[in-house]
């Protein structure tokens, strides 16, 4: 069970439909508590400073809502690899405990499969998966 009482559930089908790409992307929508915002951005900052670090992490966005109390962070992995590192590194691993202090996840969604160690994870937060899917990256 994740957010709301939701279970995780994929899209995946057991024929996968054929995607030009490995890539991964993830949509957290978080709302900030009340005289938390500081707090909050500078959890950001520090979410930020690492992912950069990580290789396989080809974007990381928190982008805010005008009021600054809703915020989404748009994330891009390069494969299943590069997003387990990133959950297993210290963005996921030390930071979002302290982040779920000062903002409420509402929603995630993973676009692209994960990998099942992922897929797990994720579902702590109520996560969707989408996998069956055409597209391609340039």
Same mark, same amino acid.
């Given at each position: 069970?994740?957010?709301?009482?939701?279970?995780?559930?994929?899209?995946?089908t057991t024929?996968e439909t054929?995607?030009s *790409?490995g890539r991964?992307?993830?949509?957290v929508?978080?709302?900030v508590?009340e005289?938390k915002?500081?707090?909050?951005?500078?959890?950001a900052?520090?979410?930020?400073a =690492?992912?950069?670090?990580?290789p396989? *992490?080809?974007?990381?966005?928190? =982008?805010?809502?005008a $009021?600054?109390?809703r915020?989404?962070?748009?994330e891009?992995?390069? $494969?299943?690899t590069?997003?387990?590192?990133?959950? $297993?590194g210290p963005? =996921?691993t030390q930071?979002v &405990?302290?982040l779920?202090? =000062?903002?409420? &996840?509402?929603r995630?969604?993973?676009?692209?499969?994960p990998g &099942?160690?992922? *897929?797990?994870?994720?579902a702590?937060f109520?996560?969707?998966?989408?996998?069956?899917?055409?597209g391609?990256d340039?």
């Open positions: 069970m994740g957010l709301n009482g939701r279970s995780i559930s994929s899209t995946q024929k054929r995607v *790409t991964i992307r993830l949509l929508e978080l709302e508590h005289g915002e500081a707090e909050f951005e500078a959890i900052q520090q979410m930020v =690492v992912s950069e670090q990580e396989g *992490t080809l974007a990381y966005h928190f =982008v805010m809502s $009021d600054r109390k915020c989404r962070l748009v891009g992995y390069a $494969d299943i590069a997003i387990a590192a990133h959950f $297993d963005a =996921v930071f &405990p302290q779920i202090q =000062v903002a409420t &996840p509402v995630m969604e993973v676009y692209g499969y &099942p160690h992922v *897929t797990a994870l994720a702590a109520g996560a969707e998966v989408f996998t069956a899917w055409q391609f340039r």
